[in-house]
């Protein structure tokens, strides 16, 4: 297994999101997992949200990356300019787990 890994803009992380949010079944509302890291202060916290407040921390991101993994896929959101190649460890990076269901 080869996981993908692929800078997003802002418009196309939404448009992921939104499209979990959209598979809404009878009243069921889809959560997502996040799990922020902060690296300067080495605190993790992890909860479960809506798809609409994974788009407030998209928004907030100067760096997304996605992650097409066949069984878990994710986007990383990080609030400082990172290279793929090569992610620091510092700022704060929210890990958001896109539930399928």
Known sequence: MKATFEYYD?????????KIKKSDKKG??????????????????RKTATPDEGCVLVKNAKTIVFNDDQFIPHMELYSILQDIDDIRRCGIMHDIILCSG
């Open 28 to 45: 069921k509302k889809r959560r997502i997992i996040i799990s922020t890291i902060d690296f300067d202060k080495e605190i993790e916290v």
């Open 10 to 18: 802002v418009d196309q992380a939404i448009k992921i999101l939104q």
